[in-house]
């Protein structure tokens, strides 16, 4: 199986405004990258709107995985 990446770039709105990529793939894996200092962060590290923004993103890929299985075995 091919494996897919989403990519997403989000600004935190408070300081100190980390700018992160958030990429999700279709096997369920995810990184999320501080573009500044180039560091790899754990999703426990989020805060505040960045941990809202990841948390919207995995709620999405999992509803898309439900409905996908729905079809393909209803």
Known sequence: MKTNCEN??????VRPHRDLTFKFYNDGKLV???NNTEEV?????????SRDFYVRK????????VAASQLKYA
């Open 41 to 49: 962060i754990r999703p426990k590290d989020l805060r505040g709107d």
């Open 32 to 34: 999320i990258i501080d």
């Open 58 to 65: 995995r709620i999405a890929f999992i509803k898309n995985v």
């Open 8 to 13: 997403f770039r989000y600004v935190e709105k």
